[in-house]
């Protein structure tokens, strides 16, 4: 079965701290790896976006991808009061092209709080 | 990123009414549109992929003639819950993809069935 897995959280982290938050996820043939923000009652808001091997930098923000561990990760240094949300992790496990752009499968999201 | 609105934000109605949703591409011309579902403490479900001038594809589970889909413009696909019902009160939100893989979304619609 085609899952996202996120570790379950919530995760808890002094501001001025780094976050980690992971993401596993189970089909091997899956090419385009996204982080959404969502806030309490909102919609998501895309973060970031990872194709390739490696870590992407963004701001305080920074993607790792390892397609060989089918792991990718975010990590938020500096974390800021106002990076309290939740973050989900998505894929595309569809590339059949055609219709099936853009399909994406969630994880269940993991709840990050960031304290003074 | 892309710039999508959904309309209403927020709908009460009754057991048995139907309601309308509608989302709105304002910056691109959107073949392709997600719909998907939260429910409180949930993580998104799709529901349907839309796509402009041709029938909806609907995920395994969501029923087809209960959830309406049409994508008549590239600007606009809306979704119809028909003969609401109290479970049918969620978070509805819509996405737009723009021929690639990254998606946007709409602010949500949050759905309540008395």
């Known amino acids: 079965q085609k899952e996202v897995e996120q570790n379950s959280g919530p995760l808890s982290v002094p501001e001025g701290a780094i976050a980690s938050l992971n993401c596993t996820y189970s089909d091997r043939g899956s090419q385009s790896f996204f982080w959404y923000r969502q806030y309490s009652g909102k919609s998501p808001e895309l973060i970031m976006s990872i194709y390739s091997n490696g870590d992407k930098e963004d701001g305080r923000f920074t993607a790792q991808l390892n397609k060989a561990s089918q792991y990718v990760s975010l990590l938020i240094r500096d974390s800021q009061p106002s990076d309290s949300a939740t973050y989900l992790c998505a894929v595309n496990m569809d590339r059949a092209g055609g219709t099936s752009y853009g399909k994406l499968t969630f994880g269940q999201g993991t709840i990050l709080t960031v304290h003074p | 990123g892309a710039v999508v609105s959904q309309h209403p934000s927020r709908v009460i109605c009754k057991s048995g009414t139907s309601v309308k949703i509608e989302c709105r591409s304002l910056?691109?011309?959107?073949?392709?549109m997600f719909w998907y579902r939260q429910f409180p403490k949930q993580s998104l479900m799709l529901m349907a992929t839309s796509n402009e001038g041709s029938k909806a594809t609907y995920e395994q589970g969501v029923e087809k003639d209960k959830f309406l889909i049409n994508h008549a413009s590239l600007t606009l696909s809306t979704l119809t819950v028909t003969s609401a019902h109290p479970e049918d009160s969620s978070f509805y939100i819509c996405?737009?993809?723009?021929?690639?893989?990254?998606?946007?979304f709409g602010p949500g619609t949050r759905l309540t069935v008395l």
């Open positions: 996405s737009q993809s723009q021929q690639t893989d990254t998606q946007y």
């Open positions: 910056d691109f011309q959107a073949t392709t």
